[in-house]
């Protein structure tokens, strides 16, 4: 195909393309629904301070790229959401939230952020729920005439300040197609009310990580009026104009729009607005949202776990999508190159122009897994394991290579995937294994397995173009060859483990890998990035210095069973030393 050329001429060349718009119609081959078509919570911020508060409890996070703007669905509280920033300003808010509706089925939007505080009775920190919102910047400036009074050419409804008076959005949705000209758009009566009912359980905070603290404790207020604009509003005489014309209780830049369309399309919508600032009517010299954005916007965020708490309970939706089963793999091959020590060195080296072809290796490998069943059998007569045939990479080269994979329901059950590992490693004289485990709650120190998955209908990833693939991640990688990764053929995915610099430094590549590779493919291919935390072990052994396979051994349990083991790795040899004998004498 014309795409895997285009990657084989293009080796590790790396591309650097910013932000990669695509065409969701194109990537995603028309099916109009991402995801599944999963029903889900909309969560809508405006930008990063917003959704740094909320994006750390999303659970099973993965990232759909469309137009430049990223989506992330997941679980947050139980619930299943699409969480995203749709920017700053009124037109940004309403084209990425139209094309949210035109992309994931979403059953209400709840919108979590920060705003200017309007109503002289609220303070700093306070998380305000609007049951209505306007815009009050699509207005008219009149004209003046000669004895300096100003006169609208068209009709309004609201009192001017000066020259400038505000005036209603016309807007038709699908029931009416008869567009009408609206001031107000309102909350869902019933998401009001869970809000209500979440107020007293959100954790609201006082004080933020630096220690810089509010006057009083914050408070959550549920009803009035919001009110946006394309401004940052700062100016003491505007703010009292809006106070007193709409009875506004908090001023900022993107409600009104999300609640125009979620209007327009007939979809429920709450907006939760926790005051960072006082819209330039507070006694301080400066603005107070640099000192206070942060804080402001975690407190919305509590308020939104908070209303994913009741809204579960309320509708019955807890249990609704119970989260996947956790798993153990463990990556190894079978080929046993790397044992000089166990099987000697004309062995090892025949054995390695054995596999000069990646269909000789892959035969090979997979008639080693009854054997690989059986020394797992050996750890756990009770496991309920299978092995997956994928592809791996490492140090730059790629080879076919095998996953064992078994579900697990405790913590303890990974020291059993680490004594599999040892085993696997110690009969198959292989230098190193990798075992991986699902986290559990209270786990610390875990590793980011950070994927590249497909799901368009571009082929960009698959066994043909896996080289160049890793090519190009390796030439992001400025010369650090010690990345690897894992393809899995069956599920269209590309991942690896972030072990360095905390994994920014291969979540970084893997990035920008995905954004090459959507240019490659004329934006066909549909690739999004998703991150799941992995509990990691990494048995080896260096069979040269350690012929006998010391290091495995000394993992706990398996030193009780090297007998059974060892039959398993005299059979092997056996036959391969047949084998051997008998291309000798041919």
């Known amino acids: 195909m014309c795409l895997v050329a285009l990657l084989l001429v293009s080796g590790c060349q790396s591309v650097a393309t910013g932000e990669v718009e695509h065409d969701v119609s194109t990537t995603y081959d028309g099916n109009g629904v991402l995801d599944g078509a999963k029903v889900r919570l909309a969560i809508a911020t405006a930008y990063s301070p917003e959704f740094a508060a909320l994006i750390p409890s999303l659970e099973n996070a993965r990232e759909y790229r469309l137009n430049g703007v990223s989506y992330w669905t997941g679980r947050m509280r139980g619930q299943d959401v699409v969480l995203f920033e749709t920017g700053v300003s009124l037109v940004n808010a309403a084209m990425n939230t139209e094309r949210l509706l035109q992309n994931f089925d979403v059953s209400a939007i709840v919108v979590s952020g920060v705003a200017g505080g309007v109503d ?13 919102w ?84 914050p408070e959550v207020i549920i009803g009035g009026s919001g009110v946006s604009g394309s401004i940052f509003l700062d100016n003491a005489r505007y703010r009292e104009y809006l106070y007193e014309t709409f009875e506004a209780q908090v001023a900022e830049m ?25 819209a330039g009517g507070g006694k301080a010299e400066a603005n107070e949202i640099q000192a206070f954005q942060h804080l402001a916007a975690e407190n ?122 040892a085993a696997l490693g110690y009969t198959f004289t292989q230098e190193s294994v990798i075992a991986q485990c699902d986290d559990f709650p209270g786990d610390d ?58 994994g920014d430094f291969e979540r970084s590549a893997i990035r920008s890998v995905r ?25 080896f052994n260096n069979w040269r210095e350690q012929p006998l396979g010391e290091a495995y051994l000394e993992q706990p349990g398996i030193a009780d069973l090297k007998p059974g083991l060892d039959a398993i790795r005299s059979d092997i040899i056996t036959e391969l030393q047949a084998e051997f004998s008998a291309m000798q004498q041919e």
Not at 345 to 353: F, P, T
Not at 390 to 403: D, E, F, H, I, M
Request: proline letters at 7%; one cysteine or more; charged letters at 25%.
């Open 120 to 132: 002289p009775e609220l303070s700093i920190g306070d998380v305000t729920v609007p049951r209505r």
């Open 515 to 539: 954004d090459d590779l959507q240019v490659f493919s004329g934006d066909s291919a549909g690739l999004t990035v998703s991150e799941t935390p992995k509990w990691v072990a990494y048995p």
């Open 445 to 502: 120190k875990l590793t980011a397995s950070i994927d590249l998955i497909e799901t368009g209908a571009g082929d960009v990833l698959s066994v043909e173009t896996l080289k160049p693939v890793f090519g190009m991640m390796l030439g992001q990688a400025d010369g650090n060859f010690n990345l690897g990764f894992t393809y899995y053929p069956a599920e269209d995915r590309f991942s690896t483990l972030g072990f360095t610099d905390d």
């Open 300 to 421: 919305s965020a509590e308020l939104v776990f908070a209303f994913l708490d009741v809204y579960g309970e309320v509708t019955g939706r807890a249990d609704v999508s119970p989260p996947p089963p956790s798993f153990c793999e463990i990556n190894f091959s079978a080929a046993s190159v790397y044992g000089q020590g166990a099987l000697g060195d004309d062995l090892v080296e025949w054995l390695k122009s054995r596999f000069r072809e990646d269909s000789d290796h892959r035969d090979y490998l997979m008639s080693r897994v009854p054997q690989a069943l059986e020394i797992a059998a050996l750890v756990d007569p009770d496991i309920d394991a299978q092995v997956l045939q994928v592809w791996g990479g490492y140090k730059g080269r790629t080879s076919p290579s095998l996953a064992m994979r078994f579900p697990i329901t405790a913590p303890e059950n990974r020291e059993t995937a680490l004594r599999i590992a």
């Open 254 to 278: 993107e409600t009104a729009a999300i609640a125009m369309v979620a209007f327009s399309n007939d979809i429920p919508f709450v907006a939760f607005r926790s005051l960072s600032d006082l």
């Open 134 to 217: 306007a815009q009050y910047n699509e207005t008219v400036y009149m004209r003046q005439a000669a004895d300096g009074s100003y006169t609208s050419p068209v009709p309004t409804e609201l009192p001017a300040l000066d020259y400038i008076v505000p005036r209603g959005v016309r807007i038709a949705r699908n029931e009416d197609a008869t567009a009408i000209r609206r001031i107000w758009f309102e909350a869902s009566p019933e998401l009001l009310e869970l809000a209500d009912q979440a107020a007293d359980r959100a954790r609201l905070k006082r004080c933020d990580a630096e220690g810089l603290c509010l006057p009083e404790d």
